[in-house]
């Protein structure tokens, strides 16, 4: 497994297990993340976005599973979590 790879299954084999501090250990102190909710966010922003999320795991029913898609020598990550948000307890699904 290429060294890409291993960091790969790292960051989501603790983005399962919901340990946060493992996965923001694997990010590089430039990672710029992006979704449809959250913009450009820092390093900063987004190891705090990961722990604000990961933290309440078991009160917010948080699930994720992810599997690996190779293409055109590029490695892809498909990752879907469900968890409950807000005060509302809304389900939120992100693919």
Known sequence: MME???ILKDFYDAFT???????N?????SIVFNDPIFKD???????????S???????SKFEVSYEFLNE???LFVRWTATYLFGQKRRKVINV
Request: net charge positive.
């Open 17 to 23: 297990k919901g340990d946060f501090k493992k996965m």
């Open 25 to 29: 250990s694997l990010y590089d102190k």
């Open 4 to 6: 890409k790879e291993i």
């Open 41 to 51: 966010l820092n390093h900063k922003q987004v190891t705090t976005m990961w722990k």
């Open 72 to 74: 055109n020598d590029y």
């Open 53 to 59: 999320l990961l933290s309440n795991k078991k009160e």
